[in-house]
């Protein structure tokens, strides 16, 4: 490879965190049709920041946090910020307890299944444990 495009993959940092944030920004410039900025208004190219201009009009704009089980969408705003909260339990019937007190017995045979390349006898296995 030669060129500006080598210049750039050679010095970029190859880390997942770095190409995940990267990621991050450029969709984020794509789909606010701007660009982000570090906290100096300028572009940085070593920001983890993302940097927005207006606070998001519509669900498709907010930002999505969480972790599978609780999450939110924030849509900005410095005098009024909105977020829009989930949790699991509002759509499975109410709180439960997620930990099977039998999983544990039943991990190294998944585990071997899997390395068996058995996906759904493992996942059989590790529903009826």
């Known amino acids: 490879m030669a060129g500006p495009l080598a210049k750039l993959v050679s010095d970029w940092p190859c880390s997942r965190r770095g ?8 969709a984020a410039a794509d789909a606010t049709g701007g660009s982000v900025h570090g906290a100096t208004g300028q572009p940085d190219s070593d920001s983890t920041r993302l940097w927005y ?31 829009q909260l989930n949790e699991d339990t509002l759509w499975s019937g109410g709180p439960y307890d997620p930990v099977n007190p039998d999983a544990r017995d039943a991990l190294p045979a998944v585990r071997r299944l899997i390395e068996q390349r058995e996906f759904a006898s493992a996942r059989l296995l590790r529903t009826n444990a």
Not at 19 to 25: D, P, Q, R, S
Not at 60 to 69: F, H, T, Y
Not at 75 to 81: K, L, N, P, R, S
Request: proline share 5%; aromatic share 8%.
């Open 19 to 26: 190409f995940i944030a990267g990621a991050a920004a450029l």
């Open 53 to 83: 201009s207006e606070p998001a009009r519509t669900w498709e704009e907010a930002l999505p946090v969480g972790n599978g089980r609780i999450g939110a969408m924030v849509f900005g705003g410095v005098t009024d910020e909105r977020i």
